[in-house]
């Protein structure tokens, strides 16, 4: 069965602070699709990354990086020098081979508050 | 700009009133999905359209159907709303092959759905 779990509800911190928001992972298949979105407070999912399963190299992308681990089945995400603007509510998802095309596992989320 | 775009925004309907969203795109994607959010809730995955093919989930109630007439337009009908259906319903595009990686979805920005 296929499971994401994002074990933070809520995480808040003060501008200029680095964040990491975890997210733990179940699956049975060996191909599968790791996502994280950003849903801010105008309810607008936006993509952020996919990363497969064969490919566990960790990315930057400007402040945003991500630590893909198999071999704790983790996928965390972290803000270096947070801002105001990154106040939003975060999924991790999992999408497998053995799922419907497309469906994605949502974990419950992280709702991230930056403080000035 | 290529987008998702979802109307209306903001949704008011009675207790057994019919009832339709509506999501177009002009991204050109093939696969449709919609989604129901509730509060503080991870998305939850109601059907989607692969091409003109339709997929419903399991678990999702009868009271729920979706027309898409063409490639840019889908329809979410809730024949009788109920107050527990009360929520975020968000539409999001991918493109999706046969053999190749799984996509990323592109979201509309929704539509709050209030039953009274």
């Known amino acids: 069965a296929q499971k994401v779990t994002q074990a933070q509800t809520e995480i808040s911190v003060v501008e200029k602070e680095d964040v990491t928001l975890d997210c733990v992972y179940e699956?049975?298949?060996?191909?599968?699709?790791l996502f994280w979105y950003k849903q801010p407070p105008s309810g607008e999912l936006v993509f952020l990354i996919r990363?497969?399963?064969?490919?566990?190299q960790n990315e930057i992308s400007g402040r945003y990086s991500w630590n893909f681990q198999k071999s704790t089945s983790s996928f965390n995400f972290t803000i270096t020098a947070s801002q105001v603007v990154d106040s939003a509510v975060y999924f991790c998802?999992?999408?497998?081979?053995?799922?419907?095309?497309?469906?994605?596992?949502f974990g419950r989320g992280t709702q991230l508050t930056v403080w000035p | 700009d290529a987008m998702v775009i979802q109307n209306p925004r903001y949704q008011v309907t009675q207790f057994g009133k019919p009832v339709t969203l509506s999501c177009s795109q002009t991204?050109?994607?093939?696969?449709m999905y919609w989604y129901q959010q509730k509060s503080s809730q991870a998305p939850k995955l109601l059907f989607h359209?692969?091409?003109?093919?339709?997929?419903n989930e399991a678990d999702t109630p009868d009271n729920f159907q979706s027309r898409r007439p063409n490639t840019s337009f889908c329809f979410l009908d809730i024949r009788s709303p109920g107050l527990g259906d009360a929520a975020m319903y968000l539409c999001?595009?991918?493109?999706?092959?046969?053999?190749?990686?799984?996509?990323?979805?592109?979201f509309g920005p929704g539509t709050r759905l209030t039953v009274l």
């Open positions: 999001a595009t991918s493109r999706e092959e046969a053999g190749t990686p799984l996509n990323e979805q592109f």
């Open positions: 699956t049975r298949d060996t191909t599968y699709y």
């Open positions: 990363r497969n399963s064969f490919d566990e």
């Open positions: 998802a999992l999408a497998d081979r053995g799922s419907t095309l497309g469906r994605l596992y």
């Open positions: 991204l050109n994607h093939n696969v």
């Open positions: 359209y692969y091409d003109k093919d339709f997929n």
